[in-house]
């Protein structure tokens, strides 16, 4: 192999133009599962964040004197003010949902994000930093450009092409995709250093904390050891899978199936809320265009008119 054809692999990786499909589905979804967010935070506004909160401003800066991009250090520390972020949120994402003005949206999104999630992050967990992650990369999509207010405003306007023939650059897509590769090595690569992993008996002591209780198991699951190695050998094998093999486009859709498996089975059972439905959504930026397509096509009960030109695979 050649540094030409090592620059030009690189370049095609990072620089060629996706279509815009499995982008536009997944800000949809991720506007609404920041939205549901915000509304689960709401009732607690002025607990977790308002004046007396249980983690007080003052009591912040003691702890940590890191300088921080957060809007509560800009206006007052009020219970308004605490209602009215949380509120932004939830007004935010729906507009992202909808693609209104997306990128401005999504930055203002970013920061109302930053903002509340540096005010308290004890009452966090790694979903809502990695909602904020997303945020961030959103700024930089074209995710506006189909299935949005702006596509609709601007075909108006000047008549643009017919939505599924969208592509735009696809460099943030990448930085979407090995986002949620680093979040699943990082899964990995903290198990593999417990040596309860190893034996087999991790979900043994996982399925035993009340407080994560969701919807009831069978017994027989959690009660022996085999069934208990099988279920921690297999969390492993999907976690590296999921940033290794789902590079391969022949183990793709596997892999993919696999996680939302894994994802799905979490959720039955412990109550984590958001977290396992956002990386859930991820999964569609991995879906080829043409695939995506034929999706929409058997819920719609419409077919398309024409196929989809200059169709990369994710």
Same mark, same amino acid.
């Given at each position: 192999m050649t540094l030409q054809a090592i620059l030009a692999a690189w370049n095609k990786f990072w620089f060629t133009d996706h279509n815009l499909f499995p982008l536009a589905i997944f800000r949809i979804l991720f506007g609404l599962i920041s939205f549901e967010t915000a509304i689960?935070?709401?009732? !607690? =506004? $002025?607990? !977790?964040?308002? *004046?007396?909160?249980?983690?007080? +401003? &003052? @009591?912040?800066?003691? /702890?940590? =004197? %890191?300088?921080?991009?957060?809007?509560? %250090?800009?206006?007052?520390?009020?219970?308004? !003010? =605490?209602?009215?972020? +949380? @509120?932004? #949120?939830? &007004?935010? @994402?729906?507009?992202?949902?909808?693609?209104?003005?997306?990128?401005? %949206?999504?930055?203002?999104?970013?920061? &109302? #994000? $930053? @903002?509340?999630?540096?005010? $308290? *992050?004890? &009452?966090l967990n790694s979903g809502d930093t990695f909602m904020r992650q997303i945020a961030f990369w959103m700024m930089f999509a074209p995710s506006g450009r189909i299935l949005s207010v702006d596509y609709w405003q601007q075909k108006k306007e000047s008549g643009s092409k017919a939505w599924f023939d969208q592509t735009g650059p696809?460099?943030?897509?990448?930085?979407? /995709?090995? /986002? #949620?590769?680093?979040?699943y090595m990082q899964a990995f690569w903290s198990k593999i250093w417990g040596p309860i992993w190893w034996s087999g008996t991790a979900v043994y002591y996982t399925a035993r904390i009340e407080e994560f209780y969701h919807f009831p198991v069978v017994p027989y699951v959690f009660d022996h050891l085999w069934t208990c190695q099988v279920i921690s050998f297999a969390t492993l094998f999907i976690e590296f899978s999921l940033f290794t093999f789902i590079w391969v486009k022949e183990f793709r859709y596997l892999v993919l199936l696999l996680g939302v498996a894994q994802h799905l089975s979490i959720e039955w059972m412990m109550n984590i809320p958001i977290f396992e439905w956002l990386m859930i959504i991820n999964y569609l930026l991995f879906i080829d265009s043409n695939d995506l397509k034929k999706v929409w096509s058997f819920v719609s009960r419409k077919p398309f008119q024409k196929p989809l030109t200059e169709t990369e695979s994710a």
């Open positions: 689960l935070l709401l009732p !607690w =506004a $002025n607990d !977790w964040f308002g *004046p007396h909160a249980i983690l007080r +401003v &003052v @009591s912040l800066a003691n /702890q940590d =004197a %890191t300088t921080r991009l957060s809007l509560f %250090t800009i206006f007052p520390d009020s219970e308004t !003010w =605490a209602y009215f972020l +949380v @509120s932004a #949120m939830a &007004v935010l @994402s729906l507009a992202l949902a909808a693609g209104f003005k997306t990128r401005f %949206t999504a930055l203002l999104l970013w920061i &109302v #994000m $930053n @903002s509340i999630h540096h005010r $308290n *992050p004890y &009452v696809g460099w943030t897509i990448r930085a979407l /995709q090995l /986002q #949620m590769c680093l979040l």
